[in-house]
């Protein structure tokens, strides 16, 4: 089979022959359809302090058909589709028994980030299956759906709450979508650019604004009052001390960017609205589950974010080109079917 490797110290991704894998007795073997681009990707390989391991293969987004289940699987057959939990859990450590989150599992077996390649053998307990409504597009758009649904949730969105989504990339709107069904009053959408306006508006915002010297007032009319919640999705320095800037007294901030680096807030600035904030990974299969099951019921459809499909040999180019100034929100590989 083809797959996509990452050899380590920022070099450039190169797409490699491989052996099939076979599936072990609680695995299933899947021809992969579909894989899409993340942020994670792009920072993860650029030879970082977060880098994958040299050598590694990666790919998290992804969806497919099973060609073969190990000896002692039951729940899955042939032919069946699926989307991938790409984080291996242990499942009796503290946080598995407390929480199900498998991205905070320190204990697990490994990782099931081998969506980058025409096959890949993973656990029949991070599979979830995919309704017959569902596309393989849909399925592989499961997994950043759960990222913001798992972080939207801790923000306990009450109805009617105003809510500013800081950033405009695909776990911002996809906040924006869980927002609107979690029963947020007004939502706005503050980023850099207007370029993805439209999607956030199409995902459930009822008002843009862009950063600027004017932006908390700006927000605050458009939302009709300062936000008791503020979802940074943008994981670059400062954000955390605008989202602060932003928020209302016991305003409810969390943080999804993920920034890897130092970003300082003033604490006595937060003291004073009594703020607290949240940082947020991963997801459970809680959401997984329900995402599969509720996904076309929503107010509006999330491929909308997709706007480029590319071949597996593509791959290396993309990811250099998505470094740099682009018009991409969710770039999906296709691999087979």
């Not at 977060?50 to 039951?74: C, K, W």
């Not at 459970?284 to 599969?292: H, P, Q, R, T, V």
């Amino acid at each position: 089979m083809k797959a996509a490797i990452y050899p380590g110290k920022g070099r450039p991704i190169v797409i490699e022959a491989l052996a099939d894998p076979q599936p072990g007795p609680e695995e299933l073997l899947i021809r992969v359809h579909r894989c899409g681009i993340c942020g994670t990707d792009l920072s993860m390989t650029k030879g970082g302090v977060f880098d994958f391991p040299p050598g590694s293969q990666f790919g998290h987004e992804y969806a497919g058909e099973i060609l073969e289940v190990g000896r002692n699987v039951t729940t899955f057959r042939p032919g069946g589709r699926i989307a991938v939990l790409p984080s291996i859990a242990c499942g009796v450590c503290e946080a598995c028994r407390s929480h199900g989150n498998n991205v905070l599992c320190h204990a697990g077996s490994g990782s099931a980030m081998v969506g980058f390649a025409e096959l890949a053998k993973v656990p029949a307990g991070v599979a979830t299956a995919l309704p017959a409504v569902l596309s393989m597009a849909d399925g592989a758009l499961i997994e950043p759906l759960a990222v913001s649904l798992y972080g939207t949730e801790l923000a306990r969105i009450r109805p009617g709450d105003r809510v500013l989504v800081l950033g405009g990339g695909t776990v911002a709107l996809y906040a924006i979508y869980w927002a609107r069904r979690l029963g947020a009053g007004r939502i706005v959408a503050m980023s850099r650019s207007a370029r993805r306006k439209a999607l956030a508006l199409a995902m459930g915002a009822n008002a843009f604004v862009s950063y600027g010297q004017d932006e908390v007032q700006e927000a605050k009319e458009a939302l009709g009052g300062s936000p008791q919640i503020v979802l940074e999705c943008v994981g670059a320095e400062g954000m955390l001390s605008k989202a602060v800037l932003h928020a209302a007294q016991f305003g409810r901030i969390v943080s999804l960017g993920f920034c890897t680096s130092p970003d300082p807030v003033i604490p006595a600035i937060a003291a004073y609205k009594c703020a607290s904030i949240q940082f947020a990974v991963g997801y459970s299969m809680k959401e997984f589950l329900y995402i599969a099951d509720q996904m076309d019921k929503g107010h509006c459809d999330p491929k909308a974010i997709i706007t480029r499909s590319i071949p597996l040999i593509d791959l290396p180019a993309e990811i250099e080109r998505l470094r740099g100034a682009n018009g991409e929100t969710k770039v999906h590989v296709l691999l087979g079917g």
